[in-house]
């Protein structure tokens, strides 16, 4: 069985830091992009970082210079260091992957099932 499980949000003080991870456990052969989307209650889903296999990254622009997205390959595992956080950024996060398994010969995406951030006072 697939799975992608996320971890490390909960409640934050305005301006300060929480580090996602995004772990993808299975028969997995391959994984390329990997992504963070989040949605805010009354809004849509949106894209918020991106990782290529090779490391190349993309940021929604509300998000450049705060957050940082990384990946360790070996442990299959996504990151998203999150600081300077605003209220506005509080949403459940979700991870998104797209995985090959193993006797697969094309990618299918994944989802995580969200973890709550919550910035407030």
């Known amino acids: 069985q697939v799975q992608l499980v996320e971890s490390g949000g909960g409640l934050v003080q305005p301006g300060g830091s929480l580090r996602l991870s995004c772990a993808a456990s299975g028969s997995i052969f391959s994984i390329n992009f990997m992504r963070w989307y989040r949605q805010a209650p009354g809004k849509q889903r949106e894209l918020v970082a991106a990782?290529?296999?090779?490391?190349?990254?993309n940021y929604v622009d509300s998000v450049k210079g705060r957050f940082t997205i990384s990946r360790d390959n070996a442990k299959n595992t996504m990151y998203l260091q999150m600081n300077s956080l605003k209220p506005e950024d509080t949403a459940v996060y979700y991870c998104?992957?797209?995985?090959?398994?193993?006797?697969?010969?094309?990618?299918?995406?994944?989802w995580g099932q969200g973890t709550q951030v919550t910035v407030s006072s």
């Open positions: 998104n992957a797209d995985l090959m398994l193993h006797g697969n010969s094309h990618y299918i995406g994944y």
């Open positions: 990782i290529t296999s090779d490391g190349s990254t």
